[in-house]
Every structure is written in structure tokens, then in C-alpha cells.
């Protein structure tokens, strides 16, 4: 199958160069490129854990505003009614 825009090359693909011929230098730089992933993996984890907390602390603010309008709404009709 062949695509337009030369695909089908080995580079395009990020093939490694058959030619190379420095395997410790491609498996160094690959062992670098899985660190940094991990790392930022665990830097992903972190924060969708910050955001857990965040929404959590968000519900319980919704929770406290509600309760606080229908006190205000409460207040606001008997102030009403005294007049």
C-alpha cells in the first residue's frame, strides 16, 4: 500500500537507521525516552490525584453555598413578614 507523501519510508515511522550501527547509543538514547515518559506518567498520576482533591473540596463548597442561600432565603422571609 502506498500513501502519498512517502509514508511508507522508514523514517517516516521513526525506523531506526539500519545503517547506524551505534547500538549503545540507541539504546541509551531509548532508555532515556522511557524515563522521561515515566516521569511524566507519574507527574499525570500526581495530578489527576490534585484534581480528585480539588473537585472534592469544589462539591463540598456547592454543598455549603446551597445551605447558605436557603438560610439567607429563610432570613429574607421572615424579614418579610415583620414588616
Not at 27 to 34: C, F, G, S
Not at 50 to 62: E, H, I, N, S, Y
Not at 65 to 77: A, F, G, K, R, V
Request: glycine content about 8%; aromatic content about 6%; overall charge negative.
Amino acid at each position: 500500500m502506498s500513501f502519498a507523501g512517502g509514508f511508507d519510508e522508514p523514517e517516516a515511522w521513526g525506523a531506526p537507521d539500519s545503517g547506524s550501527g551505534d547500538f549503545v547509543k540507541d539504546a541509551i538514547r531509548k532508555e532515556l525516552v522511557i524515563r522521561e515518559i515515566a516521569a511524566a506518567q507519574g507527574d499525570l498520576r500526581a495530578l489527576l490525584s490534585r484534581v480528585a482533591v480539588v473537585q472534592k473540596d469544589v462539591d463540598k463548597l456547592t454543598s455549603e453555598n446551597s445551605t447558605l442561600q436557603m438560610y439567607i432565603d429563610n432570613l429574607t422571609m421572615q424579614m418579610a413578614k415583620r414588616k
